[in-house]
């Protein structure tokens, strides 16, 4: 059946330093999604990638889908305290395949 | 315009219980979903209803769990017999199309079988 990976699973940073996170399916993808998870909290939907090499952005987060639509990646720039979290990605399918997702951890 | 509700937040439940979590979707949303996380992982799909019929529980197991989205109130994911591999977090979301542009989750109900 389909599987999507990310890695890393875990990554710590500093404050300010740029955080990147990437997913991989083992089949074609019509569409991707990527989620925030708080710890404590519940998925919150941050956008859906549909073209081949698209690429969107949001303030300080980009988001690109490979050109074989099978991979893509989320990049955060300079972040937060207020970006840790878990992202996910996953299809769009309502089953939602879902990554095991990269924890953003915030070094002290 | 409240978002999805569940309840309750937090439910702790003996083994042998039955363990009843509820969720009522977003105004306007006729999709339901609920999914299954246990720690350190991503959501796995559990079961797809529409108002009084069940469109796809192939995620859901066969023995002790069953949902319902009854023509008046909200959905319901029922667990009978709890065993300790049941705890974890059940989240439920709606959507107004199957295929949705994201899709709106609750807050997630965190069972706990002691």
């Known amino acids: 059946g389909q599987q999507v990976m990310q890695i890393p699973q875990y990554q710590h940073v500093q404050e300010g330093e740029d955080f990147t996170t990437y997913c991989n399916s083992s089949t074609t993808l019509s569409n991707i999604q990527w989620y925030k998870q708080r710890p404590g909290g519940h998925p919150v939907f941050l956008i859906q990638l549909v073209k081949s090499g698209e690429v969107k952005k949001q303030k300080r987060l980009t988001f690109q889908f490979g050109e074989a639509k099978k991979n893509s990646s989320l990049h955060i720039t300079a972040t937060q305290t207020t970006d840790v979290g878990t992202y996910f990605c996953t299809d769009s399918n309502y089953q939602l395949i879902w990554g095991a997702g990269t924890k953003l951890i915030i070094k002290p | 315009n409240a978002g999805v509700m569940q309840n309750p937040r937090h439910l702790v439940r003996r083994r042998g219980q039955e363990a009843r979590l509820r969720c009522s979707p977003m105004?306007?949303?006729?999709?339901v979903y609920w999914y299954r996380q246990l720690p350190e992982e991503g959501l796995k799909f559990m079961v797809y209803l529409q108002k009084e019929n069940i469109i796809d529980e192939s995620g859901m197991p066969k023995e002790r769990f069953s949902a319902e989205f009854p023509k008046e109130g909200p959905s319901i994911l029922r667990i009978q017999q709890v065993v300790r591999g049941d705890s974890a977090a059940y989240f439920c979301?709606?959507?107004?199309?199957?295929?949705?542009?994201?899709?709106?989750f609750g807050s997630g109900t965190r069972l706990t079988v002691v």
């Open positions: 105004k306007g949303h006729s999709h």
């Open positions: 979301a709606s959507s107004p199309y199957v295929e949705s542009y994201g899709y709106t």
